[in-house]
């Protein structure tokens, strides 16, 4: 998961979170922050196909808008945000056995695709 700063410039790793204790970690984030929008990846193939994860993840962006219904749902392409965290980890200087840490891959195509949302709302403006 990934957060902005309240001028919406930065986006910065909160944590990983287990798919079983997303919905909870939510409830409790909502609870304390104020959040406008969560953005969700969208899985997709070189060419534009959804993936065999597209429907879990459709399926879950239905259930946070069903949860949380005053808030924007905005989806994302995340097509190579894994190999792009991956290579930024690489050049951060990480050792090599922290960068085989899924959830800090994880953490990091967070940071990028909240990054890449909040450039399209810049661009936009």
Do not use: C, W
């Not at 204790?21 to 909502?30: K, Q, R, S, T, V």
């Amino acid at each position: 998961m990934a957060v902005s700063d309240p001028l919406q410039i930065i986006a910065n790793g909160l944590e990983t979170v287990p798919n079983a204790e997303i919905m909870a970690f939510l409830e409790d984030y909502l609870a304390r922050e104020e959040v406008e929008t969560i953005v969700i990846g969208e899985p997709t193939h070189l060419d534009g196909r959804p993936t065999y994860l597209s429907t879990e993840i459709n399926s879950f962006a239905k259930e946070v808008h069903k949860k949380f219904p005053h808030l924007t749902i905005a989806r994302v392409d995340e097509r190579f945000t894994s190999v792009d965290a991956k290579k930024i980890i690489l050049q951060s200087g990480v050792k090599k056995k922290k960068r085989r840490d899924k959830g800090l891959v994880d953490k990091v195509s967070a940071v990028l695709i909240l990054q890449e949302y909040m450039e399209t709302l810049r661009a936009g403006r």
